[in-house]
């Protein structure tokens, strides 16, 4: 299991993290998902031992990462600005990471050219963005990592190569049981693929919980006529007699509640992870305020 627990970071004063943490189950993909400025990318820093907390525990498997290059050598991380030598190719990257990732395999990374088609001897800062975070890919998933670790993975790929990607993730996971962490954005595309999502907010965890738990606790209420009494009402909004009322919940719970103010029609729905975050966030205009959707 990949786990912070209690980490507090703090920078010129300015409290970053604060008492936070998060649990990763071996094998899960998890989404780490939060507006600007949540902590989420000091929280990744830790993840990967970049960052000494200021106090708590960063650990993989119960041993800490921090300054541990066993426990780092069973992660690799593709952070949203890449980094690479100068005037290293994607051959001289390989030789690299082989020194880097006793796990790293070559025959997976000479099968890999067939999927990104990269070339293999040109500087890879001659690469376009998206090129880059092929070549990121191509080298993270041939080190054969038992943990992955991706801070907006999938920006400036195509739709094509976002697809294949993440395809490439899940067969990893379903084959080697790949422990994969996502922090990003784009919450439609973490909604395909994640099982389990955290929710930060101000260096702290708001909610954390499998993805299933958390679509099946929160719901879009519909109605029209009298309103049930003793909801948690998350957020409330009408349109002509219509009202919308986003509820934390059992769905057996609000079925009955509702039914029994006899109200003239009401609808119970699904909300997606992009509703589910912006109402914990604490309603729609604050939090459009603060994400990049």
Do not use: W
Not at 161 to 168: A, F, G, K, N, T
Not at 223 to 249: C, M
């Amino acid at each position: 299991m990949l786990e912070l627990s209690h980490i507090t970071k703090a920078f010129s004063g300015f409290k970053a993290l604060d008492d936070l943490s998060l649990q990763v189950p071996t094998g899960a993909v998890y989404g780490l998902v939060g507006p600007n400025g949540a902590g989420k990318s000091t929280a990744i820093r830790h993840l990967t031992g970049v960052y000494r907390p200021d106090s708590g525990e960063a650990n993989l498997d119960s041993s800490p990462i921090y300054e541990n290059p066993e426990a780092k050598q069973r992660i690799a991380s593709i952070p949203d600005e890449v980094f690479y030598f100068p005037s290293a190719s994607l051959e001289d990257m390989r030789i690299f990471y082989r020194g880097l990732y006793p796990t790293f395999d070559d025959k997976l990374f000479a099968e890999l050219y067939d999927v990104f088609k990269l070339p293999k001897k040109s500087p890879i800062r001659r690469f376009s963005k998206g090129m880059q975070k092929q070549a990121a890919f191509h080298l993270a998933l041939s080190a054969r990592p038992e943990v992955l670790i991706l801070d907006e993975p999938v920006d400036g790929l195509d739709p094509i190569m976002r697809r294949q990607v993440m395809s490439l993730l899940l067969g990893s996971v379903a084959e080697h049981s790949m422990t994969v962490l996502i922090s990003s954005h784009n919450l439609r595309e973490l909604e395909d693929v994640c099982d389990h999502v955290g929710i930060m907010d101000h260096g702290k965890m708001l909610l954390e919980r499998s993805l299933a738990d958390m679509q099946g606790l929160t719901h879009k209420l519909q109605i029209v006529g009298n309103i049930p009494q003793g909801l948690e009402v998350l957020h409330e909004s009408s349109s002509g007699r219509l009202k919308t009322l986003i509820v934390r919940g059992k769905v057996e719970e609000i079925n009955a509640r509702a039914a029994a103010a006899k109200p003239d029609y009401f609808d119970l729905l699904p909300l997606s992870l992009e509703e589910i975050f912006i109402y914990e966030l604490g309603g729609v205009q604050d939090a459009v305020k603060n994400i990049l959707l």
